[in-house]
């Protein structure tokens, strides 16, 4: 067990909260970096002390919960020191630290952990009404990230529109503005480079995929099959920016599709999926497809999605100006799913496609 004389003079969230009578003492927490960016690593140190011996068979928790609503995001829980300190045996007069690593997550709120001791469906009864939440979790430091500015893409405007063919040998390709995916989590550069490229006009919206990819493969042939389980692209659009409503389109190597239309984040799969976007695709392949003998230079695909069947548009034909929100995806299993890697056109900082607040924007330009 790690133990001090005295805790930091100067703590980022000093507290005094005390546990069963004055027993036990939550000085306070350090949190560091103090402002931290998504996806950074934090290292957060709380003290504690024992003034009165201290009780038995408690074990500690720790909340992360919406500030601003009171909703359960997560925990942290897990045995001060590694279980090397369990609560019944601090020695009373010194300081027992407890320092834990999480990451930053993205999340356009502030996150604050609360902290207690739980032993069967009880908790630990806290003395200071003021500083716990009314349900025995101590209010700890809280935690808010410095918002990464989210990124834009100018679609260009399609005087011609591109031949379906998965090729990307049209003209208005050549044009369009081309963008690198990055590592969905931390917005790093990819390991396989993925470019794509979106068009528009009246009546559509034009994506265009370059994939490079040693291996180009598949296992899946049905429409909505869970093709987000393998190799595929994607495209992600919440057109009225409510961060709600919003579509998930797929496209494997296999040219098979993948739609859905969700009511909120993540709502009722099987009901998402009874939406058909009506789009039209087409993958070109170069390499041998579902051969993993030889080495591919890659794949490419196109989608043409009809814009009236999108949902919650906020009016068709979109005029020039207009913005939605969106985000574009590729996952690539390495070596036929032993590495996957998760690549997006505004990293996520966080493993999960459907995150909302960091769609970025897409204007529809001349």
């Known amino acids: 067990m790690r133990v001090l004389d005295a805790a930091p003079t100067a703590l980022t969230h000093p507290s005094g909260a005390t546990w069963f009578n004055g027993a036990v003492v939550y000085l306070g927490s350090n949190v560091e970096p103090a402002n931290p ?3 950074q690593q934090l290292r957060i140190t709380h003290y504690f002390k024992a003034d009165k011996e201290p009780p038995a068979g408690w074990k500690f928790f720790t909340h992360l919960v919406d500030t601003t609503n009171g909703q359960m995001l997560g925990n942290a829980d897990h045995d001060v020191q590694n279980g090397a300190a369990p609560l019944e045996k601090w020695p009373v007069g010194k300081i027992i630290p407890d320092e834990i690593g999480m990451q930053m997550p993205n999340y356009p709120n502030p996150i604050q952990l609360r902290l207690g001791f739980w032993r069967g469906d009880e908790r630990l009864s806290v003395d200071n009404a003021a500083k716990q939440d009314g349900q025995m979790r101590v209010l700890g430091p809280t935690l808010e990230a410095v918002a990464e500015k989210l990124p834009e893409y100018r679609a260009l405007r399609a005087a011609t529109p591109p031949a379906i063919d998965g090729k990307l040998d ?18 790093k550069p990819t390991t396989v480079s993925t470019t794509a490229r979106l068009a528009w006009d009246d009546k559509n919206l034009y994506v265009a995929f370059d994939c490079e990819d040693r291996d180009v493969w598949g296992t899946l042939r049905n ?8 190799d595929v692209v994607e495209i992600f659009i919440d057109a009225d920016g409510d961060g709600k409503t919003y579509n998930e389109l797929q496209v494997s190597p296999h040219n098979v599709n993948f739609d859905a239309s969700f009511v909120s984040r993540r709502s009722d799969l099987p009901t998402a999926m009874k939406w058909e976007s009506g789009m039209k695709t087409a993958v070109h392949v170069r390499g041998t497809l579902d051969d993993d003998t030889d080495k591919d230079e890659g794949w490419s695909a196109e989608m043409q999605i009809p814009i009236a069947n999108l949902t919650a548009v906020p009016k068709v034909p979109p005029a020039v100006g207009d913005k939605w929100r969106f985000n574009l995806y590729r996952l690539e299993h390495h ?3 032993k590495n996957i890697e998760g690549q997006a056109f505004s990293p996520l900082f966080m ?3 459907h995150h909302l607040p960091r769609f970025g924007w897409l204007i529809f330009g001349p």
């Not at 429409?223 to 393998?230: G, L, Q, R, S, V």
């Open 223 to 230: 429409k909505d099959d869970a093709i987000y389980n393998e």
């Open 351 to 353: 493993g999960d496609f």
């Open 335 to 337: 070596e036929r799913r």
């Open 37 to 39: 960016k998504p996806g």
């Open 170 to 187: 049209d003209a208005v390709w050549k044009q369009a503005e081309a963008v690198n995916l990055v590592m969905s989590f931390d917005g």
